[in-house]
């Protein structure tokens, strides 16, 4: 089974496409919350073995799943490319600024995590633009399931 690696943004709708689409689509979305076990108040990763232990999973995954969601932190993405794997992103337009603030608060993200990612914004964006990788960029009020179909 090929499986195709999809790296998107936060809010985009990974665990939606999957609880919705998941069984028929043969999906999978492995939250890097798992694997990070959250950030300190510097905005560093607490666990030690991230993102080793997240690649790990991935590649356990690769062959077990037509879809897989996984983040797209620069550390995960930069490791997935000295592998080989290929990884399409899937990231918002850069003026979606508030519309993903309200998505996070109306999933209930922590303060700390819409904190990080809207200071964050544009050098987020900036590493993801920067990437030779396939790539969807999401509109206002689109989400994964607009760009990937579960068939």
């Known amino acids: 089974m090929r499986t195709k690696i999809i790296a998107a943004f936060p809010g985009t ?3 939606y496409f999957v ?11 492995l939250d890097t919350n798992d694997y990070t076990q959250g950030y300190d108040e510097n905005g560093k990763v607490i666990n030690q073995e991230f993102p080793d232990n997240y690649l790990s999973s991935i590649k ?11 983040g797209c932190q ?3 993405l930069n490791l997935l490319r000295k ?7 899937i990231y918002p337009e850069r003026q979606l600024k508030e519309e993903y603030a309200s998505r996070f608060n109306k999933r209930g993200s922590s303060q700390a995590f819409n904190s990080r990612i809207y200071s964050n914004w544009d050098q987020f964006l900036d590493y993801l633009e920067a990437q030779d990788n396939e790539r969807f960029v999401l509109g206002k009020g689109q989400h994964i ?3 990937i179909t579960a068939s």
């Open 145 to 147: 399931s607009d760009v």
């Open 19 to 29: 609880a919705r689409f998941g069984q028929m689509a043969r999906a999978i979305d």
């Open 74 to 76: 620069p550390e995960v």
């Open 13 to 15: 709708g990974k665990s």
């Open 83 to 89: 592998e080989g794997i290929q990884a399409t992103l």
């Open 60 to 70: 356990g995954v690769i062959g077990q799943t037509n879809i897989l969601f996984i």
